[in-house]
Nanobody
């Protein structure tokens, strides 16, 4: 069993910053890609940012220049630094990881429980 636990969400004013963290624990042999998704009320879940094991990143156009994704492989943790936040960034943010639980086994998708980010004055 693998768990992803997110932290760092909250209420922030427009223009403010937040840093989200997501720590993976449990029966982990290795972690491949990790990422952050978000889902606003009435909208589909969308990819915000992804990062490979080697550190290659991809970001949604709507957050480029404002958000940064990083990871600490030794801690099985991924971070999302969010600057210059806008009201349209308001959503529940979910952590995702592709995890191998054994050396030769397949990768499984795991999700965190979500953390609310609200950008409002």
């Amino acid at each position: 069993q693998v768990q992803l636990v997110e932290s760092g969400g909250g209420l922030v004013q427009p223009g403010g910053s937040l840093r989200l963290s997501c720590a993976a624990s449990g029966s982990i042999f290795s972690i491949n890609a990790m990422g952050w998704y978000r889902q606003a009320p009435g909208k589909q879940r969308e990819l915000v940012a992804g990062i490979s094991t080697s550190g290659s990143t991809n970001l949604a156009d709507s957050v480029k220049g404002r958000f940064t994704i990083s990871r600490d492989n030794a801690k099985n943790t991924v971070y999302l630094r969010m600057n210059s936040l806008k009201p349209e960034d308001t959503a529940v943010y979910y952590c995702h990881a592709d995890v191998a639980t054994t050396r030769w086994g397949p990768l499984y998708n795991y999700w965190g429980q979500g953390t609310q980010v609200t950008v409002s004055s």
